[in-house]
Every structure is written in structure tokens, then in C-alpha cells.
């Protein structure tokens, strides 16, 4: 019986052996099969989130142009302050040498029409004229 115990033992010992020696000789595979796994699951979304991505950096690329732009512009506008400030003085002076035309217009008329001179006769302009 002893001998039937031993060999009971070592049939044990010999499938324990055996079965870890299966485990130790696959589990490389098992662990690069899991890992493809996980890759051909996980992949779709991660390319999905890659161009989501890039479609967000070229929106944030063209939103980072307009702003600078604007800024650009805000800032060309307020060095510009100078030669609106040249053009209302340019334009006052325009009303103000306006103004003294229209007076010496007015002055030439309102003297033409008070001076006591001789009436000149239509017919002698007429015939000056021709």
C-alpha cells in the first residue's frame, strides 16, 4: 500500500509540475494576447480622441489668430489717435477760412449795393460785350 501511496504522490507532484510548467511555458502568450486585446478595444476611441483633439487645436488656432488680430488692430486704432486729432484741426481750420470767404463775399455785395456810383445802362454792357 506504501507503494501505492507513493505512487499516488508523485502522480500528484508530477501533474503539479506539469501544470505549472504549461502555466510558466503560456503565459507570455496569454499576456501579449490580453494585451491585444485590450489594444484592438481600446484603439477606435483613442484615435476618435486624437482627432477630436486636433480638430480642437486648429479651432483654438484659428479663435488664437482672430484675438491677436483684433488686438492688433485695437492697437493700430489707438495710435491712430494722432492723425485724427491733425485731421479736426485741418478741418477747422477748412470752416474757419470758409467762414471768412462767405464774410467777404458778404461784405463785397453789401458794399457794391451801398456805393453811390453811376447806373450803368444795359444797353452800353450789351454792346461792350459784342
Known sequence: ???????LKVRRVSDKFTESMYVLAN????????????VRRSLPELVQ????MQSWEEQSQGAIYS???ACSA???M?????????IDSLLRQA????EQISNS??????????????PVPAAQTSSASS
Not at 494576447?33 to 485590450?38: F, V
Not at 480622441?49 to 477630436?52: A, E, G, N, Q, R
Not at 470752416?95 to 470758409?98: E, R, V
Open 1 to 7: 500500500m506504501e507503494d501505492q501511496e507513493m505512487q
Open 27 to 38: 503565459e507570455p502568450s496569454v499576456a501579449l494576447y490580453r494585451l491585444q486585446e485590450h
Open 49 to 52: 480622441h486624437k482627432t477630436d
Open 67 to 69: 484675438v491677436e488680430y
Open 74 to 76: 485695437v492697437k493700430s
Open 78 to 86: 489707438t495710435n491712430s489717435s494722432v492723425y485724427f486729432k491733425n
Open 95 to 98: 470752416i474757419t477760412m470758409k
Open 105 to 118: 463775399h458778404g461784405r463785397r455785395q453789401n458794399d457794391e449795393t451801398s456805393s453811390p456810383g453811376p
